[in-house]
């Protein structure tokens, strides 16, 4: 099988609370509709626990003892959006542990290429704040993993999900090693993401105004993004895959289609097969309205999934 999805039950037990869009429904939705999408063309595997040691290479101990320490008994709220349920600490390791699994499988030739079904989603987190229903930066815990275990010295992060990536920007923007490469609607939370945000030159945004749809979407790769992230040769691509920038989300209003995402993907994957001996890991972000996600995931692991 070429490509491999991580998933654990444990990701459905991270309880957000009544009437949050970060809810279980989410990741049972992207799992049944790959199933009925792909009954025979997908290998699933089921996602390990992150180490403490894949966490401190991104993370403080302060945040690692908020999440996995506190222990709630019930509910509280890290945020105003950000909740911890007696399960979250379950699934804030399995969501960062499939992402390095999946690197590790990627990298070691058991799948070329890897989608990680999990949540919470991680590119908001920071390295000592959770936030935006974040609690690990899982994406950027599979660079530094990939960086550090496996010795590459150029990883690239793809972040489509409408929201900035301020987590993962913040992380990586004095680490040369890491290119970050994002668009995402500009106003909207949590702010930042502008173009002249370069860090060391490895970070690139591409803003787009609400309802900007998909040619400017497509656009916004096409003329920036994808030729930065083909420039930087890297040895293997992360994808941060939120899909609330289709039309039917209720966070955002940038107005894509299933279409878009297939489109992005695609060229996504020949960058890491022109690089990285198609070595491509992508992980879950964002994405709150059930039938968009259904559509929208079908579309990425199909283009994943094309020969
Ligand atoms: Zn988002």
Request: net charge negative.
């Amino acid at each position: 099988m070429q490509v491999a999805i991580y998933t654990h039950a444990a990701c459905l037990a991270h309880d957000t609370g009544p009437d949050h869009a970060e809810r279980p429904a989410r990741l049972l939705a992207v799992t049944e509709a790959l199933r009925e999408a792909f009954p025979d063309t997908i290998d699933w595997r089921e996602a390990p626990s992150a180490s403490r040691g894949d966490l401190l290479r991104v993370h403080a101990p302060g945040l690692l003892h908020a999440v996995l320490e506190t222990k709630p008994l019930q509910r509280v709220m890290l945020d105003a959006d950000t909740a911890l349920s007696p399960g979250s600490a379950e699934a804030a390791l399995r969501a960062a542990g499939a992402a390095v699994a999946a690197v590790d499988a990627v990298l070691t030739g058991s799948a070329m290429r890897a989608f990680c079904a999990v949540r919470p989603p991680g590119h908001h987190a920071t390295t000592d704040t959770a936030m935006g229903f974040c609690l690990f930066n899982n994406v950027a815990v599979a660079a530094a993993h990939a960086i550090a275990m496996h010795g590459l010295e150029r990883v690239a992060i793809a972040d489509f999900d409408v929201h900035h990536g301020n987590g993962t920007q913040a992380i990586f923007e004095h680490d040369p090693r890491v290119l970050f490469a994002s668009s995402h609607q500009s106003p909207l939370y949590p702010g930042g993401g502008l173009a002249n945000e370069r860090g060391v030159g490895n970070i690139l945004n591409a803003p787009l105004p609400p309802y900007a749809g998909g040619e400017a979407f497509r656009a916004a790769w096409t003329d920036t993004l994808l030729p930065a992230l083909d420039g930087f040769c890297p040895q293997l691509l992360l994808v941060s895959a939120g899909f609330d920038a289709h039309r039917r989300d209720p966070l955002a209003q940038l107005q894509l289609e299933a279409g878009d995402y297939a489109w992005l993907t695609a060229r996504l994957r020949s960058i890491a097969d022109r690089h990285a001996r198609g070595r491509l890991v992508s992980t879950l972000e964002g994405g709150y309205d059930l039938q968009a996600l259904r559509e929208c995931t079908v579309a990425h692991v199909g283009a994943l999934l094309a020969r």
